[in-house]
């Protein structure tokens, strides 16, 4: 099982970027999938998740700026963030809870993404 996270970039204040997250492997389920981001010197921490069900949660730093969204079809994830800050400025991870075979249920981690957003 892989998580390929891309999209990240170099971006002025006020700007968009959309990140993208694709899931292979032998995937049975996924129970949900999010995003993580640190910042130099920063603990990692939740950015937004997306659950089986449907239901999405974001850190307060990000709400009403960034939405996730995820094609079942694809098993692909997407973190659309607008009116981007410099403080947004961190690694971004891709993480999901899967149900894979023959592993079971395990979490799983992509590479991460830079993103940077100037002043």
């Known amino acids: 099982v892989q998580l390929q996270a891309s999209g990240g970039g170099l971006v002025q204040a006020g700007g968009s970027l959309r990140l993208y997250c694709a899931a292979s492997g032998s995937i049975a389920r996924i129970f949900v999938m999010g995003w993580y981001r640190q910042a130099p010197g920063k603990q990692r921490e939740l950015v937004a998740a997306h659950t089986n069900s449907g239901s999405t949660n974001y850190a307060d730093s990000v709400k009403d700026r960034f939405t996730i969204s995820r094609d079942n079809a694809k098993n692909t994830l997407y973190l659309q963030m607008n009116s981007l800050k410099p403080e947004d400025t961190a690694v971004y991870y891709c993480?999901?809870?899967?149900?894979?075979?023959?592993?079971?249920?395990?979490?799983?981690w992509g590479q991460g993404t830079q993103v940077t957003v100037s002043s």
């Open positions: 993480t999901a809870r899967l149900y894979t075979l023959p592993a079971g249920r395990s979490d799983y």
